[in-house]
């Protein structure tokens, strides 16, 4: 029987946004599968971090392309992102806690081009004037990964419900914490 690759990458990542110190042993019984057989695919967690990885760019570039970042005002296009990353975030706020992923200097090129992808959305909201300016695009990016690991976390732990997700966190992004003046 061939191994599900896929199958086994998606278990694994839900195991880990639960419980990202779960053993391989752990990650080998929540895909259905023994130890034996994923070490034959995966030498060791750092091979399964690196594919995890693989796929959470995959899936980033994904809901970028289906938020149509270059149509609409600015703010809906986040608003959109956000919806469409909400599946991955949870794997998301894995990646962005792994060190490793960093080390050695050198960013995967996927993660460039995704950064590079929503500083040019923030950049046109700056330029149409939708976004403040003394922020710089790479910080809202940034600001944006934060949150949505922070959302994941809460949302995974209970604190948040999922369907608040997207609202909670384009509002504060967007919005900011101060309260607004009732008028």
């Known amino acids: ?56 760019i995959a899936e980033c570039e994904a809901a970028l392309d289906a938020a149509r970042l270059d149509e609409g005002p600015a703010r809906d296009a986040v608003r959109r992102l956000v919806g469409e990353i909400e599946p991955a975030a949870g794997l998301l706020a894995f990646l962005y806690t792994e060190n490793q992923l960093f080390e050695g200097g050198e960013q995967n090129a996927g993660w460039a081009r995704i950064d590079e992808r929503i500083a040019a959305l923030f950049r046109r909201g700056q330029r149409g004037g939708e976004f403040r300016i003394d922020l710089t695009p790479a910080w809202l990016t940034e600001a944006l990964y934060g949150l949505l690991a922070s959302g994941a976390w809460a949302v995974t732990e209970g604190r948040v419900a999922r369907n608040d997700f997207t609202h909670m966190i384009v509002e504060l992004l967007l919005g900011g914490a101060l309260r607004r003046e009732e008028s």
């Open 1 to 56: 029987m061939a191994l599900d690759r896929d199958h086994v990458l998606r278990s694994a990542a839900a195991l880990l946004t639960r419980k990202s110190t779960a053993t391989m042993d752990e990650v080998a019984k929540a895909a259905g599968i023994s130890r034996a057989t994923l070490h034959r695919h995966f030498a060791g967690r750092d091979a399964l971090v690196r594919a995890l990885e693989s796929l959470g």
